[in-house]
């Protein structure tokens, strides 16, 4: 909008004097042509009154031309500025067993607003302030979910993410800060709950089925968003668990007397509650934590066993150790409450706390025999076990333990994990205790 002397006049509702001219600082006054007549006195002036008079109509008129220029800076100062507007950088697709996941990295914040609809199943989320700077614009995900995922930039300062689904899904939105090395993140899960629901009771009918059966539950760490540790040669820490995590179930299977799951079966991220949750909903008999280790010192090496401490962590290293792993937690949550505990909180402290001594103690004399069978495969970091507060292995009523297997950091441990002959004896290795620990 052009402003001139006579638009800001209108606005004011008086005319502009001299004096309000020359008591504007010079942002107004280049508006104002130096043309005499919109420097007259307004009509009706009365230039035979008191000075003191004269001056406050001065003044006022002076109040009301600083009063029109501050409303009019606002304005421009609320509008976005060239180049402010955040920008979407990066698109990536995760997909699980009841969900899936898409994740849009930004350099900025934004706002944003979420529209689901049934006919037809599609969710449409507007992200205001942002702008668009990927070369592709539109995906066909291999998906049990979406069909297509379309960006537009329906604005200078506006995106449209459209999400075609297969079937009406529950939207859960959110924007994360930036964590170690990832940017903002628009995150969007898109979940079908009748699926969620189904696998829950699968879950909890798995000791119905076969009552006299042990049960253990592998964790394979990290996955999707989170790759875990990385090696020199970008070896991810997440696919080097899974398929050992996947060679251990397998093999387990095979076996009388033991059924094994997994808490995750392909590269999407899980919540450290949720895995303790599903290991929970199967009434799992142990709890494997599989990792990969991960240091600054490109010499450190071995195989490592952790159990969960309701104190301190052992040494500052397993600390350490733990902080890092329960960072993979980018959404965090508690521990869902046993059904079996009562209403009374007295006696639900009592019943909490023997269900984690014994456990603990199941957990150590697992690990005890982990270790001496880890020795005849590999080096090991440490002789004994150690603890720290791992989130993963707060099932109260499960031995719980955390394996690292070698230290994917070190070039040469890298390269061993990669080995198709160690990762079969390594899993082979785990079996062979697990069987031991669960025999009767």
Known sequence: MEMTATSLSRLGGTGLGHGCCLGVAPFI?????????????????????????????KMNRLFEIS????MVVSVLLLQPAEGVAAK???????????????VLDLNEPVQFDTISQEAPPQTVIELKGASLQTQK??????????NKVILTEVAPDSVKLLLQQKRPLKANVFLLKPHQDKPYRLVVDLVD?????????????????EPKSKIVVIDPGHGGE??????PTKTMEKDIVLKVGTQVVQLLNQGKGIQAFLTRKGDYFIPLHTRVKIA????????????????????AKGSSVYCLSLSGATDQAAKILADKENMSDILGGAIPTPASLSKNPEVNQILFDLMQNNSMKESFRFSELLLDDLKKIHRL???TYKQANFVVLRAPDIPSVLVEMAYITNKDEEQLLLRPEFQEKFSKTLVSTIQKFLSP
């Open 88 to 102: 979407v950088t990066d698109v990536r697709f995760w997909s699980a067993t009841d969900h899936t996941r898409v």
């Open 29 to 57: 006054s280049p508006l104002i042509p130096s043309d005499s007549r919109y420097y007259r006195e307004p009509a009706g002036f009365d230039r035979g009154a008191p000075i003191w008079y004269r001056y406050s109509e």
């Open 280 to 299: 929970r909903e199967y009434r799992a008999d142990l709890l494997i934590s599989l990792h990969t280790d991960g240091s600054f010192n490109p010499g």
């Open 137 to 146: 614009r539109q995906w066909e995900p291999k998906d049990l979910f979406v």
């Open 226 to 231: 989170d790759p875990g540790a990385v090696g």
């Open 193 to 209: 709950l009748v699926q969620e629901k189904r696998e829950e009771e699968e879950r909890r009918r798995q000791k119905e089925i």
């Open 67 to 70: 009063s029109i220029f501050l």
């Open 381 to 383: 970091k440490y002789s």
